[in-house]
């Protein structure tokens, strides 16, 4: 549905985004997931047509986006991360404003309905937009980027500054999209990304530095998978003993604990499950495990040491 091909776009000297590619399937919800000034909000524009790159291309459902523009971009409904709102209309008036704005051919009452209804915020109709709360606008604003149902809808940071019910609220919103569109959802946020995604690319520094399923991501973002242990005995011969099982790249020693334990880290490859092993090997050596556990990094530790090691520009 959607394809970049060595997007760029730079600055003077600074890229804000180098030569980044990726396809987006029909029907996926894409997570695009970086720090703030990673390059999310100037992919998000280049893909929308707001802004061109200086070089690549964007495809949209066969169309380019500075080649064949109209007709590309009628295949998008955005939301940027400041909805579009007219605060002094209605809801219904403004949504009818956007349909006309739009030169939407379905016929208007019976389809602006059902977006307020796919939103739920046809209780809200009659409403100043300025009076209704944060939440509310932000579903308004999801409602005109669905006028027109095109089958692309690109989402730039949809949940800043929103409460956690109403986060909670806009993740169920973005995973029932999914249903019938495909979607792109930018955010810098790694567990908003991870519960309403299909998909998830990293992004830092203009440059994509992982690209996964979301049950992928932690050893993508590890590069591998961990065990933490602790475990009672000799430190170096349970050491020399974790190193010699297939799969294991790595075993520190963490720290001495009482009753001569210690905690160890054993790292291993994402598509190896060592966990009998070391089960057996410790008790070939007499050495009795006390606890055993995988990982004890969070998603978001691995996100951030990888952000920190990548180069490049830092401007969005």
Do not use: W
Not at 116 to 139: C, P, T, Y
Not at 196 to 210: E, F, L, S, T
């Amino acid at each position: 549905m959607i394809e970049v091909k060595n997007l760029t776009k730079s600055y003077g000297r600074l890229k804000a985004i180098d030569n980044i590619s990726f396809s987006v399937d029909t029907g996926e919800v894409l997570g695009f997931l970086g720090p703030n000034g990673a390059g999310k909000s100037t992919t998000m524009n280049i893909i929308t047509g707001y802004i061109s790159s200086s070089s690549g291309t964007v495809t949209v459902d066969g169309a380019e986006i500075l080649e064949q523009p109209r007709k590309a971009k009628s295949k998008i409904g955005y939301l940027p991360e400041i909805p579009p709102l007219y605060t002094d209309m209605t809801v219904r008036r403004y949504l009818e404003f956007m349909f006309e704005l739009k030169r939407v051919k379905l016929p208007k009452r019976e389809h602006i309905d059902e977006i307020m209804r796919v939103v739920s915020i046809n209780e809200q109709a009659d409403r100043i937009i300025g009076h209704l709360s944060k939440g509310f606008r932000q579903r308004v604003g999801f409602a005109q980027a669905l006028l027109g149902n095109p089958p692309v809808i690109i989402l730039d940071e949809p949940t800043v500054g929103l409460d956690p019910k109403q986060i909670i609220e806009i993740r169920k919103l973005i995973r029932s999209l999914g249903k019938k569109h495909t979607v792109i959802f930018s955010s810098h946020v790694l567990s908003e990304i991870s519960a309403a995604c299909d998909r998830i690319i990293v992004i830092n520094r203009g440059k994509i530095v992982a690209d996964a399923k979301v049950d992928e991501l932690a050893g993508v973002l590890s590069g591998g998978q961990r065990l933490s242990l602790i475990v009672e005995g000799s430190p170096s011969a349970i050491t020399e003993e974790i190193k010699l099982l297939p799969g294991v790249t790595r075993v520190k020693k963490e720290r001495e604990l009482s009753g001569g334990s210690a905690r160890y880290t054993v790292s291993y490859d994402s598509d190896t499950d060592v966990r009998r092993a070391v089960f057996g090997a410790m008790a070939r050596i007499d050495c009795p495990i006390l606890e055993m556990k995988s990982g004890d990094e969070s998603l978001e530790e691995m996100f951030l040491k990888l952000t920190e090691q990548s180069e490049g520009g830092d401007e969005e």
